[in-house]
């Protein structure tokens, strides 16, 4: 039987706990939360994207955004982010609030985000990509751009920072080439790295393994849980339920625009809303009645009613975890 020597299992780290106050249930109250958004509420014509009533994501942990496609997930961050604005609704970041506040401010606050889809300026170097990511550079105001000396120092600094960040990320030895010559994995990598320039308290990451090879998926397992090791608060949209297991400390669900649980990654594993969605089953019913959550008035008319009020919440989530222990 043959193994690859060169892929070594992930290391475990401590789960963060303690992290919410009261029974964990969608909006439940954190012990210390950097993020607090109340009845948001983004919507793109009939569409509603986005319709969260209350939503706390704790300090100092790991949290999963986890749901199915077209579930809203996005979206909520580009409103939390700045790269869009809610029809209604209001949050706070570190206590200070960030309602319509545009995307750069946010980032000087300390919040930043990478993107599904990387976003490294291709025609610039690594080294040049990395630069672009610190926060009151001198040199970028105009009169002080005609004086070398009133930069250069700090020019120096930022590019000794950049430096140590590649090297961490091992990508170092790219650091001269054009950022399109990478592949996606460590473009993925480059804009962890770039964000980390800035020096963030909080770090939002959207689907940060989509379109990146085993060869380095533990990388940036290791990257993320060593953003919480310095003390950072990580956010992430992520739908390998494996990974979700291995790193998360708290999960939040969402399903058609809005929170359908939170809990810890083993808790929210056995939630029947849950197993439906990531396991494609009971798709004759509707999981809304079957939690409790509509009236049996209100099922899909594509699923049947009666089935619905009649079934098992506890039972369906047994067999869920049952059919994926099996896999």
């Known amino acids: 039987m043959s193994s690859d020597s060169s892929i070594t299992p992930p290391i475990a780290r401590v789960k963060t706990t303690g992290l919410h106050v009261g029974e964990a249930r969608p909006g439940v109250p954190k012990t210390d939360p950097v993020i607090v958004a109340d009845g948001v509420r983004r919507t793109f014509g009939g569409l509603t994207a986005v319709d969260i009533d209350h939503l706390e994501i704790p300090s100092n942990a790991i949290t999963a955004l986890i749901g199915p496609n077209g579930a809203g997930k996005t979206t909520l961050f580009n409103l939390l982010t700045g790269f869009d ?104 990598l480059l804009e962890m790295a770039r964000a980390l320039m800035s020096e963030p308290s909080l770090v939002m990451l959207d689907e940060p393994m989509a379109g990146v090879n085993p060869a380095l998926t533990q990388s940036l397992l290791e990257h993320i849980l060593d953003l919480k090791d310095q003390g950072m608060t990580v956010l992430f949209v992520e739908h390998d339920m494996h990974v979700v297991r291995h790193i998360a400390d708290w999960v939040i669900v969402m399903a058609e625009g809005r929170i359908v649980a939170e809990g810890d990654p083993a808790e929210v594993m056995r939630n029947p809303a849950v197993v439906d969605a990531y396991l494609g089953a009971h798709q004759d019913l509707d999981l809304g009645v079957v939690t409790g959550r509509y009236a049996a008035a209100d099922a899909d008319p594509t699923t049947s009613a009666d089935a619905s009020t009649a079934a098992d919440a506890e039972a369906i989530a047994a067999q869920g975890e049952a059919e994926e222990d099996a896999k």
Do not use: C
């Open 85 to 188: 604005k809610p029809d209604q609704g209001s949050w706070t970041f570190a206590g200070t609030s960030i309602s319509g506040v545009p995307a750069f401010k946010v980032s000087r606050l300390g919040q930043v985000r990478t993107f599904q889809l990387t976003k490294a300026l291709g025609l610039l170097t690594v080294l040049d990509n990395m630069k672009l990511g610190a926060k009151h550079q001198r040199g970028e105001r105009l009169f002080a751009s005609l004086i070398p000396p009133v930069w250069r120092r700090q020019e120096a600094e930022i590019e000794e920072r950049a430096f140590e960040l590649l090297t961490r990320f091992k990508l170092d030895a790219k650091a001269s080439d054009y950022a399109a010559s990478l592949s996606g994995g460590q473009r993925k």
